[in-house]
């Protein structure tokens, strides 16, 4: 696997399946030809895993295979289902919510740059899902960074 250039977008996905499992997701990225699964990280919605369960998938130093033109500088995070059809579990959302306030603030990412597949020029897909409002999404990350933010605020490293 190369390297990961850096991380300058943080990129939400879904699985566009209700019913999945992170070692699914693994398999069939695999049965594509990839080394693993394309994502970093992927977020279980209750079926398999217990709703906002957190599943790391590619290493973080590695380039994913998530968002063709963007994958050598972002992260992939990826819920599991179809929001399309429905909205996350409560705790799924809010645990995409923390890990992209965390990522962003860890990797230094300018709000702007924290988007769903869908705002890919020529990404031509709806992911993460039309039933997500990725302004409200940014919205969310944006209070949530305060906390990611604070320890550093009052002088602990």
Not at 3 to 29: K, N, Y
Not at 46 to 71: D, K, S, W
């Amino acid at each position: 696997m190369d390297v990961l250039c850096g991380v300058d977008f943080l990129v939400l996905h879904h699985t566009e399946r209700s019913i999945d499992w992170p070692a699914f997701v693994r398999l069939r990225h695999r049965m594509r030809g990839w080394e693993d699964i394309g994502y970093h990280f992927v977020i279980g919605n209750g079926l398999f895993a217990q709703p906002g369960t957190l599943i790391v998938g590619r290493p973080e130093e590695y380039m994913g295979a998530h968002a063709h033109g963007y994958n050598r500088n972002s992260l992939g995070i990826c819920l599991i289902g179809n929001f399309d059809r429905s909205i996350p579990d409560p705790a799924q959302w809010k645990a995409a919510i923390d890990l992209l306030a965390q990522k962003s603030v860890e990797y230094d990412v300018d709000l702007d740059h924290v988007i769903g597949h869908r705002e890919i020029p020529g990404a031509g897909k709806s992911c993460p899902g039309f039933r997500i409002d990725l302004d409200i999404m940014r919205q969310q990350v944006s209070e949530a960074q305060a906390l990611y933010r604070m320890p550093e605020a009052i002088g602990f490293r």
